[in-house]
């Protein structure tokens, strides 16, 4: 995937947003993905799960991988 704004980054922000951390999955991001998906699962019990879920869209579309 090529940068921030790079259609990669718009799918990745997409699958975010129906389950959390798959898009960082997707970005081959594994514990950031683990990391966003736990978090979104326990605190939706709190409610507070919408937070890390916006966490996680935003996250995956702002990505840019290292040079």
């Not at 990669?8 to 947003?17: D, E, I, Q, R």
């Not at 970005?27 to 409610?47: D, E, S, T, Y």
């Amino acid at each position: 995937m090529a940068g921030q704004g790079s259609g990669g980054n718009v799918l990745a922000a997409l699958c975010s947003f129906f389950i959390p951390g798959l898009g960082q999955l997707l970005q081959g991001r594994l514990v950031r993905a683990a990391i966003m998906f736990v978090l979104a699962a326990a605190l939706w019990f709190v409610f507070l799960g919408w937070v890390i879920h916006l966490w996680s869209v935003i996250d995956a579309a702002k990505f840019k991988p290292a040079s």
